[in-house]
T-cell receptor
Framework: SQQGEEDPQALSIQEGENATMNCSYK?????LQWYRQNSGRGLVHLIL?????REKHSGRLRVTLDTSKKSSSLLITASRAADTASYFC????????????FGSGTRLLVRP | DTEVTQTPKHLVMGMTNKKSLKCEQH?????MYWYKQKAKKPPELMFV???????INESVPSRFSPECPNSSLLNLHLHALQPEDSALYLC????????????FGSGTRLTVV
């Protein structure tokens, strides 16, 4: 099952520009996480934001969470060609199950 | 050791074959997962093991059979698969603490012929 939608589905920017990806989800969450995937291989955890947090930073990454709108955004500042990848949001629910459900993903291309 | 190791990286199997995918982690994580990912789609959860017991089966066909022999190992046994089962199979683990991200392996690219 898929938790929600991400937009845009694909994003192409110039190196040095900022990239913003949005994620919407359907059910109440304990936390929301962002992952990067290069060339259809393993996913790399980028950042986790809890449901009682509104904003979090990690290096060039900034994540916001709006639980009233059931949405999150990921901002990558000063993008680099190496940031080219697919980015997924994923949520852990409030129930006792420990499982991660993914959104549809955004494919980011950073042109040199 | 902060990795999840999956073997093999690539697997081609016939529809009558039996094969197994293996996953190993030594981070002491008590939850382990199998995900299936088709091209240009998000990973879809298949199974969750919590403290070596199967806790979630997301209505996966019985031709996929998971096994957790111990807290470090997770297997996925495959039998009588269909060509539409061709996908990237990802293993992941988590410490089950609601505050940490999941660690994913690099996946097994499975092709059913």
């Amino acid at each position: 099952s898929q938790q929600g939608e991400e937009d845009p589905q694909a994003l192409s920017i110039q190196e040095g520009e900022n990239a913003t990806m949005n994620c919407s989800y359907k059910t109440s969450i304990n936390n929301l996480q962002w992952y990067r995937q290069n060339s259809g291989r393993g996913l790399v955890h980028l950042i986790l934001i809890r449901s009682n947090e509104r904003e979090k930073h990690s290096g060039r990454l900034r994540v916001t969470l709006d639980t009233s709108k059931k949405s999150s955004s990921l901002l990558i500042t000063a993008s680099r060609a190496a940031d080219t990848a697919s980015y997924f949001c994923a949520t852990e629910g409030m129930d006792s199950s420990y499982k991660l459900i993914f959104g549809s993903g955004t494919r980011l291309l950073v042109r040199p | 050791d902060t990795e999840v190791t999956q073997t093999p990286k690539h697997l081609v199997m016939g529809m009558t074959n039996k094969k197994s995918l293996k996953c190993e982690q030594h981070m002491g994580h008590r939850a382990m997962y199998w995900y299936k990912q088709k091209a240009k789609k998000p990973p879809e959860l298949m199974f969750v093991y919590s403290y070596e017991k199967l806790s979630i089966n997301e209505s996966v066909p019985s031709r996929f059979s998971p096994e957790c022999p111990n807290s470090s190992l997770l297997n996925l046994h495959l039998h009588a698969l269909q060509p539409e089962d061709s996908a990237l199979y990802l293993c992941a683990s988590s410490p089950r603490d609601r505050g940490s991200g999941y660690t994913f392996g690099s996946g097994t690219r499975l092709t059913v012929v």
